[in-house]
């Protein structure tokens, strides 16, 4: 694989990932600020409890999938990584979808409700929808990625096919 092609598809991914990363930080942050009151409710609530060890399993599920997207998307920029690029970027994706599906099922409208005067916990809410979307965003850019390298295309044709399809799924709201 030429050095050349692999680059574009991480200049897309790497600063997506980051991007998530950081969003994925600050919606945990938020939720912690109500942690205290949850694991009280959870005490006396088999519902809180499901809920509060829902919201911490899919929060880190995304977390930790966001953070190897990150990883992965700035180690292949190595020459002597470049060799595994495409099981990474098919793991990536594989990783990426599962988490798209597990946090999609909690973090959602029908499932999860603003609540009055908790404007930290709606922020989480609110939050937690965008990084939904990102998840996927991210699953479908890997996939696209690892498609563009088996299929050996130049980095011209790389960037702009990862760049199409991303931006497509992003404004169809696909993901």
Do not use: D
Request: aromatic share 12%.
């Amino acid at each position: 694989m030429a050095a050349a092609s692999i680059v574009p598809a991480l200049l897309f991914l790497a600063p997506v990932s980051g991007y998530s990363l950081f969003l994925s930080y600050n919606i945990i942050i938020r939720l912690q600020h109500y942690e205290s009151q949850s694991e009280k409710a959870a005490e006396w609530s088999k519902m809180a409890a499901a809920r509060l060890h829902k919201t911490r399993t899919t929060q880190a599920t995304g977390a930790i999938a966001i953070s190897v997207s990150l990883f992965t998307s700035v180690a292949l920029v190595f020459p002597f990584l470049r060799s595994i690029c495409m099981p990474l970027a098919l793991l990536n994706t594989l990783a990426l979808i599962s988490s798209r599906i597990h946090f999609g099922g909690f973090w959602n409208a029908q499932k999860q409700t603003e609540v009055p005067f908790v404007e930290k916990f709606n922020e989480a809410v609110r939050g937690s929808e965008r990084l939904c979307n990102l998840l996927g965003l991210l699953a479908w850019g890997w996939g696209v990625a690892a498609t563009a390298w088996w299929a050996g295309l130049g980095s011209v044709t790389s960037m702009l096919l990862v760049g199409g399809v991303a931006g497509g799924v992003w404004s169809s709201r696909w993901v």
